[in-house]
């Protein structure tokens, strides 16, 4: 299987601090994959590397079939390419309706003229009903985002992630702030999408990442300490000496 | 959920959709008339001119807050940099006005010679008279399009947006937000404040342009009717800019400015090109700026490089602060309220204060009243006098469309209540 995202010998510093050191990741096309690690093993910088908020020092982060570079692009221009991001804090628009949110979110031109001239069609406002049923925020589409709950925006956000209809999706600690019962149906929600795409989920809850079901990687001090099923990593002595003893 | 298959609802008129738009237009119409027949020109006379030119100057100066609500209030892009728009509207429009005066004089008192003056003379004489202030007798080049008034129209637009186009782009590309953004925008006021303030910048120094009030020609038309004829157009432009601005901020497009003002990062992410969109409004409102200012000017008879000072684009920020800001009759609710009293205040008209024997001159004080207002706006009262309006709103019972509540609904339902 070729990969849809390569991720090669990667390096960047803070200050001097090294949150990654020659990292290397591939995912392919219709994968789910778990990234675990202790705080500060690189997780998110690896995200924002991936999306163009960060730029690395070193190595190359190559996209799909005609082998892109995306150190190169914005960030824009890489949500574009069909990378969608789900942040560690929830981060939605909370001045504005869950169904703006939903919309802001949805596949389609996002160049401004196209965007002043856009009407939803029925099929738009069907895809965001569809959605919100999905999500469990069928009900609330007219309330303001920043009325939710810790638990509904994280929900809220998912359902963005959807709507943008990307290939990849990078997912930082969806199931933060969840009852157990959100937790199982974000993880079914997750293993549903990757059918069709890539997803990385980063969480630190290993029953979640248990559910998922899934090839593990884990991180530690910014490159790939071990990486196979979750049966094989847990017992791998370095992790848990790293990560899982503690 | 249940009509989720069904086609999308039919779009609700814009009287219902922008409530507020409809009662903002209706107000302006009412109150255009209103001083038509009040004022000198057409009216009972109730209404001095000068005071007719003072309401159309107000509507100018709410153009351009709406201008400054839809890139501060909507986009987040804090710019103190929109007044010089402003002048270089009056600058452009003062051009022409200036040239095309002069020259009639200058043909009228030639034709006095026995020779006919050749184009040469008429031109040297139009120059000696606008530039002798100067100590000049030659047009800078910058004058090359004075004496064509499409041309002139046209740079109204043109040199505003251009300006904004190049700045805005230089300071987006480069991630450059926030104060930082602010401090950039003034100096550029700055810049060009001090550039036009020179003799050779070949817009007269700090003589500014004069006599914009006399429109070339039209010498016969006593000013209580030109000063009408400007306060129509300046109504109309605000009724346009009111709606033009409407359109920008409802809809999609106004859901990802917000956005960006909100969080631009996240907006990245969904893939929207932010600077561009940054860029798209800092140009439009640059645009919406320049023409304000060619309304303005006219109106004021004199524009000079004293109104681009920086000053004059915090006040902007001040009365949109004020007013309201995100909410488009905020800004023109703080711009005419804080200009008007503004004239009063500093025209002398207001009472002195006698304070334990101590004597406040409203003159001097007003600047102080402003400042303290725009803190206590700040602090207390985020939404400013735009806020008011949301008091009223609340009291109307909620529209339910005909729906009535069930039987065991008796409590407002959530989404009926912050509709
Ligand atoms: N912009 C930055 N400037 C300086 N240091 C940073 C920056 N971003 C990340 N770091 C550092 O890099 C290291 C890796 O951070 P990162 O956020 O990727 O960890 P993480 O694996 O996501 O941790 P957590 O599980 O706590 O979310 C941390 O030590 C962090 O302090
Ligand atoms: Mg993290």
């Known amino acids: 299987m070729s990969a849809l995202l390569e991720v090669s010998g990667v390096s960047v510093s803070f200050d001097g601090f090294r949150a990654i050191d020659n990292l290397t990741f591939a995912i392919g096309a219709a994968e789910l994959r778990a990234v675990i690690g202790p705080n500060g093993a690189g997780k998110t910088t690896f995200m924002d590397i991936v999306t163009g908020k960060t730029r690395p020092d070193r190595g190359r982060v190559v996209w799909g079939e005609t082998s892109r570079d995306l150190t190169a692009l914005s960030e824009s221009r890489i949500a574009q390419l069909g990378i969608g991001r789900k942040f560690q804090r929830p981060t939605v628009f909370e001045d504005q309706s869950v169904a703006d949110n939903l919309m802001l979110a949805l596949k389609k031109d996002r160049g401004p003229l196209a965007v002043l001239a856009f009407r939803p069609s029925a099929a738009d406002r069907a895809r965001i009903a569809d959605l919100a049923d999905e999500i469990g925020l069928a009900g609330a589409l007219d309330r303001k985002a920043g009325e939710l709950s810790h638990g509904q925006k994280q929900w809220l956000e998912i359902g963005m992630l959807l709507a943008q209809d990307p290939r990849l999706l990078l997912v930082d600690e969806p199931a933060a702030g969840m009852t157990p019962a959100e937790r199982a149906h974000t993880a079914d929600l997750l293993i549903e999408a990757a059918r069709t795409r890539a997803v990385v989920v980063v969480e630190h809850d290993m029953e979640f990442v248990r559910r998922l079901g899934c090839r593990v990687t884990v991180l530690h001090e910014g490159s790939v300490l071990a990486e196979g099923s979750i049966d094989r990593v847990t017992s791998d002595a370095r992790v848990i000496e790293v990560y899982l003893g503690r | ?419």
């Open chain 2, 1 to 419: 959920m249940t009509d989720a298959a069904a086609p999308a609802p039919r779009r609700r008129p814009l009287a219902l959709r922008h409530p507020s738009a409809v009662v903002f237009l209706a107000l302006l119409a009412l109150f255009t008339v209103g001083v038509t027949l009040l004022a000198e020109g057409m009216g009972t006379g109730a209404i001095s001119t000068s005071f007719v030119k003072t309401l159309g100057k107000t509507l100018c100066l709410c153009l351009v807050a709406l201008a400054m609500d839809l890139v501060w209030g909507y986009c987040g892009i804090l710019s103190l940099g929109h007044m010089a728009f402003f002048g270089i509207g009056g600058y452009a429009i003062g051009m022409w006005l200036m040239y095309a005066r002069t020259e009639i004089i200058v043909v009228q008192s030639l034709a006095a010679q026995p020779l006919p003056p050749t184009p040469d003379e008429i031109a040297d004489g139009i120059a000696g008279q606008i530039f002798g202030v100067v100590g000049a007798s030659e047009f800078p080049p910058i004058w090359a399009f004075a004496h064509s008034l499409p041309l002139q129209l046209a740079a109204v637009v043109l040199v505003p947006g251009l300006l904004a186009l190049v700045f805005g782009w230089l300071a987006f590309r480069s991630r450059v937000t926030g104060v930082y953004l602010s401090i950039l925008t003034q100096a550029m006021t700055l810049a060009l404040a001090l550039y036009l303030f020179q003799n050779d910048s070949g817009l007269r120094g700090n003589n500014g342009l004069s006599g914009l009030q006399n429109l070339p020609g039209l010498d016969h038309v006593p000013q209580a009717t030109v000063s009408l004829w400007f306060f129509w157009a300046s109504a109309a432009a605000l009724a346009l800019g009111y709606l033009l601005c409407l359109r920008v901020v409802s809809g999609k497009f106004g859901s990802v400015i917000r956005a960006i003002r909100d969080d631009e990062a996240r907006v990245r992410f969904l893939g929207y090109p932010v600077e561009t969109y940054k860029l798209v409004v800092f140009t439009l409102t640059a645009v919406i700026a320049g023409i304000a200012g060619a309304l303005y000017y006219p109106q004021a008879g004199i524009v000079n490089p004293a109104e681009i000072a920086p000053i004059a684009s915090i006040y902007l920020a001040v009365w949109v602060a004020i007013g309201g800001r995100g909410r488009l009759y905020g800004a023109v609710i703080g711009a005419a309220a804080v200009s008007l009293l503004s004239t009063w205040f500093t025209g002398g008209q207001a009472p002195d204060l006698h304070l334990f024997g101590v004597t406040l001159r409203w003159v001097d004080w007003w600047t102080v009243l402003l400042g303290l207002s725009f803190v206590a706006v700040t602090l207390l009262a985020p939404k400013g006098l735009g806020g008011l309006v949301d008091l009223i709103a609340a009291r109307r019972p909620p529209e339910r469309h005909g729906a009535d509540l069930g039987p065991d609904q008796g409590a407002l339902r959530e989404r009926e209540a912050d509709r």
